[in-house]
């Protein structure tokens, strides 16, 4: 028999592992539902400046830059903080990143370095596919580096980040922001397996080679329309608007309207088919995540986007069937991880990115499925705090937590609408949009980071021989951006207070309540993609002959400045030029 003094013991002990099994489960429910933690993390992403070393035939290495947009993968040593991997594949990336430095005088690409390209099984320490991304447009270095670690605050699942030195053949290349790439190794280390998969959303005209897809391309006759899109000639092409007859997007204070259509001389181009990505439809070829029917050859931004191999129609039939849930707005958490979606929607809210799918682009975000369920991935944040579009600072500032689109209807982004749409949902969101205020913002974190941030990569901005901006913009930046960041929480809370009107509409209406961002520049911030195609005016170049740096400032094209970095009044028929070759 056993006593009762051991029956208490036991009794305690097993009351205490139930505790934290079911902690262990709040915490899992927070999405640090991460499986192991590989040794990529400690050699690589262990917070200081990762070196990175390329090695490449020279001649290699420039006509790859000189072909930068086919995105063409030549073969490199890579020394990552010391260690030599032999062999690895190197390419140029992007989508409008891509074509800005493409159109300049600069060699600053964001880069995919693959280290199984050519020797199969080769990692870099676990890792496949390492992301070095050039922070175009963001005169703080900070912006993605900051937006991650406030979705690492709210327990979302995020890729590994930092900072690298980048040399090329000896001579120094730059500071890049760096990631682990959303892939075989990223699937190993959440998940424990690969049985997922994971989508890059883009709009299909960016689409482009997909991600490095081995066995999983999706059926290519489906795809026809777009197949050898890069290829084409100009007939085949998209058309740009005729100059003569084009009328100028009409950017309210809040930057949420634009015109319903851009005239050109072959008729319209529909809201949403015209964007910096090529403008194939992105609005309704699946970024959009509306659903329309049960053929995958509908869905083109997500399934020829696919990451990985062996992925096959039952794959695709399952992100159907989860779109056909949000339609119904039935079912959705059997087929949507909700919590982690939420969370994921207050900090993308929260930072205001519309280079996204919160516009007309549907674009920048990863889906992973698996065992049937959708985590959303975030991705793609050097536009965000209002850079994306030409946003204003009242309405960077001010943007509606409730109607969190631009350019589009609320309908239009379904998972937006939908979840908001649900009375809890909605709580909760607004719950974490609080949290985010209070943790991050209130208690001094975000300046905290900012300063942390400052003195670890400074030097490292100041000696950036390719650089977009000089260390004294950079300096000027940061103090901004701890401006917008602390006007921005103010809003939030206001709106979720009810002092602040939380929806365009309501903003519209009473604008003498929204929080006042006269004193932010968004110029300093830095500017680039969609709408805000001003700033293309200067000469200025660095050492490689870098594009000029007021191209990713607020500017115009005359070389001015507007006060919150919008377009400058301009006559019927009058656009911002784009950049020369």
Not at 67 to 72: G, K, V
Request: one cysteine or more; aromatic letters at 12%.
């Amino acid at each position: 028999m056993i006593d009762s003094k051991k029956f208490n013991v036991i009794a305690i002990i097993a009351a205490l592992l139930v505790t934290l099994g079911v902690a262990g489960m709040i915490f899992l429910n927070m999405g640090k539902t991460y499986a192991y933690t590989p040794e990529y993390a400690d050699k690589i992403f262990n917070g200081d400046i990762i070196s990175i070393e390329i090695s490449a035939d020279p001649d290699e290495w420039q006509t790859m830059l000189d072909n930068a947009m086919n995105e063409e993968y030549i073969s490199a040593d890579v020394t990552i903080n010391g260690t030599t991997f032999s062999n690895v594949g190197i390419r140029p990336k992007g989508n409008n990143s891509l074509q800005m430095v493409s159109s300049s005088d600069s060699d600053r690409y964001s880069f995919k370095i693959k280290f199984n390209e050519y020797i199969p099984d080769q990692t870099c320490y676990g890792l496949d596919m390492l992301i070095l991304n050039n922070m175009i447009g963001d005169a703080t270095y900070m912006k993605e580096y900051v937006t991650f670690d406030m979705m690492e605050s709210l327990g979302i699942n995020t890729p590994y980040y930092g900072y690298s030195d980048i040399s090329v053949n000896g001579e120094k290349w730059g500071l890049y922001f760096t990631l682990e790439a959303y892939n075989d190794s990223y699937e190993q280390r959440v998940s424990g397996d690969e049985s997922g998969v994971l989508y890059n959303v883009k709009t299909v005209g960016g689409a482009g080679r997909g991600e490095d897809r081995e066995n999983g391309d999706f059926p290519q006759e489906n795809f026809e329309k777009f197949e050898n899109f890069e290829n084409s000639d100009d007939s085949e092409r998209p058309q740009m608007p005729d100059m003569e007859n084009f009328t100028p997007p009409d950017f309210s204070e809040n930057g949420q309207d634009m015109k319903e259509n851009f005239r050109g001389e072959n008729g319209n181009f529909e809201r949403g088919n015209f964007g910096h990505g090529g403008g194939m439809g992105a609005g309704n070829s699946g970024g959009s995540l509306v659903y329309t029917d049960d053929d995958p050859a509908s869905y083109p931004s997500i399934f020829e986007n696919v990451i990985g191999g062996g992925t096959d129609e039952d794959d695709y039939a399952k992100v159907i069937a989860a779109l056909k849930a949000l339609d119904s707005g039935e079912n959705i958490e059997d087929y949507f991880d909700v919590d982690e979606i939420l969370r994921y929607l207050a900090v993308h809210t929260f930072v205001v990115n519309l280079d996204s799918y919160s516009s007309e682009m549907a674009q920048n975000y990863y889906i992973y499925e698996y065992d049937g369920v959708l985590q959303i991935l975030p991705w793609d944040y050097n536009y965000a705090w209002g850079a994306f579009q030409g946003g204003s600072a009242s309405g960077t500032v001010n943007f509606p937590v409730d109607t969190p689109v631009s350019g589009v209807e609320m309908s239009e982004r379904p998972l937006i609408s939908k979840l908001l749409a649900n009375e809890e949902y909605l709580a909760r969101y607004h719950e974490y949009l609080l949290k985010l205020v209070k943790g991050y913002f209130t208690d001094g974190k975000f300046d905290g980071i900012i300063n942390d941030l400052d003195s670890l990569i400074g030097e490292y901005v100041k000696s950036d021989p390719t650089a977009f901006f000089t260390y004294d913009e950079y300096k000027t930046a940061l103090e901004q951006f701890k401006l917008i960041g602390k006007l921005r929480a103010e809003s939030v809370d206001g709106q979720i207070n009810g002092t602040v009107p939380s929806t365009a509409e309501e903003q519209s209406q009473s604008p003498d309540k929204l929080i006042d961002a006269s004193e932010v520049s968004m110029n300093a911030l830095g500017s680039g993609g969609g709408g805000n195609m001003g700033g293309f005016g200067g000469s200025e170049k660095g050492e490689r002959g870098n594009f000029s740096r007021e191209m990713f400032r607020g500017g115009n094209s005359r070389g001015e400045s507007s006060q919150d970095g919008n377009f400058p009044e301009m006559q019927d028929g009058e656009l911002p030029q784009m950049p020369k070759r």
